[in-house]
């Protein structure tokens, strides 16, 4: 596609179900990222994709939080048995991953999850 | 792991020229990033420095010293669009690209 496309675009949730984010990215970018920003906040990272592997999990913040990318295209982001402090917009990445392609990474507008 | 140093706030009045330093902490590193994000809106990216050196694009300018662990970036000709927040970023020895916590730069009449 044209950009980075994230679905839902909003989320509200209760306390205590699983939901799952989608990401698109940019057709062909072998890097993909998961960021969650919290109101007036810096981005905080989750986990980095490279093709189908995630070289990178440090990021997620329980075993709650798990990633997965097929195809090396969509990724799901999914978070388990959600809790409050998982309100926050979670934005998605991706870059060409590939020598001086990936030195610019493109957003998409993140989901806003909400959890009541 | 890697960390950066960003200031929380900034502000300059139109016209002026600002700079925000980044000073950063990482285990591998590739490049040092700017982007930019509008209130409400998905970052964009700015810029990017490999090498040592100052890079510029239209009024923007960004610099890294690669031996310092320290970049800025130099916004000139200050514009009321140019509120926003600012985040610096290193691509790491994996390719992951770590965040700073933002720089809010406010621009007043």
């Known amino acids: 596609g044209a950009g980075v496309s994230q679905s839902p675009s909003n989320k509200v949730t209760e306390k205590g179900k699983d939901v799952e984010l989608r990401c698109d990215p940019i057709s062909g970018h072998t890097a993909l990222y998961w960021y969650r920003q919290s109101l007036g906040q810096g981005l905080e990272f989750l986990i980095y994709?490279?093709?189908?592997?995630?070289?990178?999990k440090s990021g997620l913040p329980s075993d709650r939080f798990s990633a997965e990318r097929t195809g090396g295209s969509v990724s799901t982001l999914t978070i388990q048995r959600t809790q409050q402090e998982d309100s926050a917009v979670y934005l998605c990445?991706?870059?060409?991953?590939?020598?001086?392609?990936?030195?610019?990474?493109?957003f998409g507008q993140g989901t806003r999850l909400t959890v009541v | 792991g890697q960390s950066l140093e960003q200031p929380s706030e900034v502000t300059a009045v139109e016209g002026a020229i600002v700079q925000i330093n980044c000073t950063y902490q990482?285990?591998?590193?590739?490049?040092l990033s700017w982007y930019q994000q509008h209130d409400g809106g998905a970052p964009t990216f700015l810029s990017y420095n490999a090498l040592d050196g100052l890079e510029e694009t239209g009024r923007f300018s960004s610099f890294l010293s690669r031996s310092d662990s320290y970049g800025y970036l130099l916004l000139q000709e200050l514009q009321m669009k140019d509120s926003a927040s600012y985040f610096c970023a290193v691509t790491g020895s994996a390719r992951q690209l770590t965040f700073g916590s933002g720089t809010q730069l406010t621009v007043l009449p």
């Open positions: 990445a991706s870059s060409g991953g590939q020598g001086a392609q990936d030195t610019e990474a493109f």
């Open positions: 990482t285990s591998g590193f590739y490049g």
């Open positions: 994709f490279q093709g189908n592997s995630a070289p990178d």
